[in-house]
């Protein structure tokens, strides 16, 4: 039931719709100009694409390094907040012609688009932004968007523009996501950090362990969120059923380059709860197993979650994620399902009620042991 996790899924025969997000090292040099013969190289791929029949919408960061660059604003526009807004606005318009001018040279038209986390989270401005998105796919214009930076204050900021494409990527209902960037992937550490780092090609899940790769120091003014918001934005697409990958820019024509060779990092779209269900009752090789009393064996039949209270022994050294087996006192099994917690955690708190777990975990405790969601009955 493994997705299909190579450059394919984002072809445009199978992915009709696609959005694009590109960092604001790719666009801007160490000079702070415009990398135009790039830019222009990713253009000829995206009009490509068009031409394949796939819709695209753009997501492009850089204003403010651009901008900062025009008004000689030190660290890259990102010593105050008021420079970073300045630095955009001065920046966005230079970007805005760049597209205009670029996609034009292919027959295209650009529309830009500027957005705020408001306007996303407001029931009324979603619908008019995505309303506005799907008539101008309807045309031959192609969407452009970034983050209305000049006006976003700290609190109706998306923060970066890796969240804002898993956002807009949803309101689309796009197939696929590509997150574009100055790094080929995810690596098992930081590579500019770490020369021994090997890159993931792909991620069926995104958990703890994925998340704690991202190594990225400090975060910076309006963006700039580095691997960990990569990761946030990949998280909230594959949850809606978006294939994601990070692909490199680093290259002439960066979408060639993905569909032609091993590069990237995939990140699986999460399954449909009907096949996710299907794909736990197939799996064979469960790590545990953790034996219920008979009030838990009724919760689990009527359709209710493992709650800790209800466990009465735990066998096996399983992790969390691992597919653990549920069985009752004579030992006959009820169910499977993917744990919430490592074994020897879920033995601190087997037997006890919810409201003890915090205190017995010194952390938030989860809803369940093993959440109905991620379970089978047998
Ligand atoms: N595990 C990791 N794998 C790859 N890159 C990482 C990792 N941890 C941190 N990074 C850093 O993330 C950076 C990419 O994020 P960022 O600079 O914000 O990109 P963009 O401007 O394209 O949004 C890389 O240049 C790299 O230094
Ligand atoms: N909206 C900002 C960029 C924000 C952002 O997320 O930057 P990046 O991490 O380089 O994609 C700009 O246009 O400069």
Redesign the pocket.
């Known amino acids: 039931m493994v997705a299909d996790l190579t450059a394919a899924r984002f072809a445009p025969e199978h992915c009709p719709r696609l959005v694009i997000?590109?960092?604001?090292?790719?666009l801007v040099d160490d000079s702070g100009a415009l990398r135009e013969s790039w830019m222009q190289s990713l253009c000829a791929d995206i009009a490509e694409r068009i031409k394949a029949g796939q819709k695209l919408i753009i997501v492009c960061?850089g204003a403010i390094a651009l901008g900062a660059r025009r008004l000689g604003l030190a660290q890259g526009g990102r010593a105050t907040l008021a420079d970073a807004q300045a630095a955009a606005a001065v920046g966005q318009i230079a970007l805005s012609r760049f597209w205009q001018e670029a996609l034009s040279d292919h027959g295209f038209i650009a529309a830009q688009i500027l957005l705020t986390l408001d306007d996303m989270e407001d029931r009324r401005r979603y619908l008019n932004a995505t309303a506005t998105l799907e008539r101008l796919m309807e045309t031959q214009a192609v969407p452009v968007i970034n983050e209305n930076d000049s006006v976003a204050t700290e609190e109706i900021r998306f923060g970066?523009?890796?969240r804002l494409a898993a956002s807009v990527a949803q309101a689309v209902r796009a197939g696929g996501l590509l997150?574009?960037?100055?790094?080929?992937?995810?690596?098992?550490?930081?590579?500019?950090?770490d020369s021994a780092?090997k890159?993931?090609a792909t991620v069926e899940t995104i958990d703890s362990s994925t998340t704690g790769?991202?190594?990225?120091?400090e975060g910076s003014l309006m963006?700039?969120?580095?691997?960990?918001?990569?990761l946030a934005a990949a998280k909230l697409a594959t949850e809606a059923g978006i294939a994601t990958a990070?692909i490199s820019?680093r290259h002439d024509h960066p979408l060639q380059h993905f569909t032609k060779g091993d590069s990237g990092?995939i990140f699986a779209p999460s399954m449909s709860p009907k096949a996710r269900k299907s794909w736990l009752a197939s799996r064979q090789s469960a790590r545990g197993t953790i034996t219920v009393d008979d009030g838990a064996v009724r919760a689990l039949l009527n359709g209710a979650s493992l709650l800790a209270a209800g466990i009465t022994a735990i066998e096996g050294e399983f992790l969390r994620g691992d597919l653990i087996r549920l069985c009752g006192t004579n030992g006959t099994a009820i169910a499977q399902g993917l744990s919430e917690y490592d074994a020897d955690v879920a033995r601190k708190v087997m037997g006890r009620r919810s409201e003890e777990h915090q205190a017995i975990l010194g952390t938030t405790p989860r809803r369940a042991v093993v959440h109905r969601d991620h379970m089978v009955l047998l």
């Open positions: 997000k590109i960092g604001s090292s790719l960061s970066d523009n890796d997150l574009m960037s100055d790094v080929d992937g995810l690596y098992t550490a930081n590579p500019a950090k780092a890159r993931i790769l991202a190594d990225d120091g963006g700039t969120g580095g691997m960990a918001s990569k990070i820019g990092t």
